[in-house]
């Protein structure tokens, strides 16, 4: 039967110098266009031209970048969806947040601490050190004005990365929001636009870096 079918098949196409063609199998002439195949006056299927090397590599290309983009898509939808569970008004994403900075400002406030007695510290040093201007200086005075000063410019950069962290996590919910308040209005997820490293992960918003810790080292004694 299928033999039979086969061969009640027609082959139609409009050949490159215009001319209609006609046969029972695939048409050479037309390779480089679709050929119409009908049984008894019907169209059963359209055969697609073939492809050339390069076209072949060019459509596997693009066949690739749209799985891409379908995938990427349906993972925005994802994320969003998820996004919106976790956060589903102002609230509850304000709440997170404060909850992020609480970390970083604790530490922030013991860098604060620390500066202030490395500071304490330093002073009676640099008292001892008035005695001695003009001569020179006691070795063990000297080291620890300089453990002093080193700790005081750890402690500095410790504070520095603080601070660019507490912007990094305001900056993420920021932008979390700005994408949730879309979501909340009525916008499809997915729909919003594809969002960044950072910013797609609310998990990464929601647990920031650790903060660092204040230098502990301290001047010792005289």
């Not at 695939?26 to 195949?37: A, F, G, S, T, Y």
């Not at 504070?159 to 660019?164: E, P």
């Amino acid at each position: 039967m299928a033999g039979a079918n086969a061969a009640n098949q027609i082959f139609t196409c409009v050949a490159a110098n215009g001319r209609t063609l006609t046969s029972d199998r695939l048409i050479p002439e037309c390779m480089d266009r679709e050929q119409r195949v009908t049984r008894d006056g019907l169209l059963v299927r359209v055969v697609p031209p073939s492809l050339t090397a390069d076209e072949r590599t060019e459509k596997e290309a693009r066949d690739r970048r749209l799985a891409a983009e379908k995938e990427a898509k349906a993972e925005a939808a994802r994320r969003d969806r998820s996004l919106m569970q976790r956060y589903p008004n102002t609230e509850a994403h304000q709440k997170a947040r404060e909850s992020a900075l609480a970390d970083v400002r604790t530490s922030m406030q013991l860098s604060e601490l620390r500066q202030r007695e490395l500071a304490a510290e330093r002073k009676p040093l640099l008292d001892e050190a008035e005695f001695y201007k003009g001569k020179a200086m006691p070795a063990k005075l000297r080291q620890q004005l300089d453990a002093n000063e080193a700790a005081t410019g750890a402690q500095r950069d410790v504070q520095n990365n603080q601070k660019a962290e507490l912007d990094r996590v305001n900056k993420l919910f920021d932008t979390e929001l700005g994408r949730l308040k879309r979501l909340w209005a009525g916008a499809e997820p997915g729909s919003v636009g594809l969002a960044t490293a950072e910013a797609a992960s609310a998990a990464t918003a929601s647990a920031p870096a650790k903060a660092a810790k204040p230098v502990a080292a301290r001047t010792t004694g005289k």
